[in-house]
């Protein structure tokens, strides 16, 4: 017990939100993650497998349960003295056989029924016409190519919604830039693993439109319960409208031009790019569209002008550990850089 609460204590103080800082507000309403409400068929599948297993464990349960009831109130001990031990069998092949081929029938129907899922939303074979998007996992945030598009972007994937009759899954390729994270977004597909030096792939049809939240479901380091993945499935005609957006180059805004100023002449520009200016930083999120996304530093913060203001004046106090440092600016500057920051739409 004495070096548990050690521990726990340790991972406390760890854990504890710096002096002198708020935790931060909620960002965006909490979303249905559950894995039992499935908003596209390759989930749907997933959840089929989930009820079936639950389904016959529960069986297995009700029935063991009820015979070791039985036992207790048939043999209980009783006043009376009298033999009431049940007939003593030992060795009985029926019941041998019973107990030997019935598991087997079942993890061999589990197996089956969980392969013929897996094949069924077979992750190494799209299907034709799939909407290719490159999903590259970061400490402690997610980046997001579209080949087909020229869009680079960040923890907030947006993609078509599908049309029944001329279905456009979404295949994503998943590779990490550092160590070891995990892509699932509940509702949508199962869960992967990200590794770096591989891709691995996984695939779904959207079509219901929404927005559906993930997680980094591998633990990647101090920062991964900070890793939100935001997903919003947009009618075509919209969808189209946001790419035709994420492809132009920054626009040059009046009101920012202070603040561009300060951020081309620091640190900002070799950590992030800015298409459309000499910022061409790939380590850290594009900010070409920046405005466009609800969510800061993955799903942390809300996209607000108070938030980039903290965000900026140190990242270290929002998300401690994270790869951004305090870029050290005068107040005046991170007001006028937060300026810029907010002309990129
Ligand atoms: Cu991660």
Known sequence: MGPTRA?????????AVPAGSSPPAPVCPPQ??????????????????????????????????????????RYRRRRDAGPHDPPQVYGSGPIELAWTVVPILIVVVLGLVATRGVFSIDTEHPPPHALPVSVIAHQWWWEFRYPDQGIVTANELVVPLSDPDEP??????LQSADVVHSFWVPRLAGKKDVFPHRINTIWFDPTTAGVYHGQCSEYCGRQHAHMLILVRVLPKPEWEQWVRAQQAPAAEVPS??????IFLSTACVKCHTVRGTPADGTFAPDLTHLQSRTTIAAGT???????????????????????????????????????YLETLH
């Open 32 to 73: 249905n993650t559950s894995i039992f409400s499935p908003a596209t068929e390759q989930a749907a599948r997933i959840t089929e497998v989930t009820w079936l297993v639950i389904g016959i464990c529960l069986l297995i349960f009700v029935v063991v349960e009820a015979l070791l009831v039985y036992a207790i109130i």
């Open 168 to 173: 456009r899954p979404i295949a994503l390729s």
């Open 7 to 15: 521990a726990i204590r340790v991972i406390e103080s760890a854990m």
């Open 256 to 261: 920012g031009a202070a603040g561009r100023e």
């Open 301 to 339: 913060l809300a996209n607000t002008h108070e938030n980039l203001l903290r965000w900026v004046t140190d990242p270290q106090q929002v998300k401690p550990g994270c790869n951004m440092p305090a870029m050290q600016l005068r107040p005046d500057q991170i007001e006028q850089v937060v300026a």
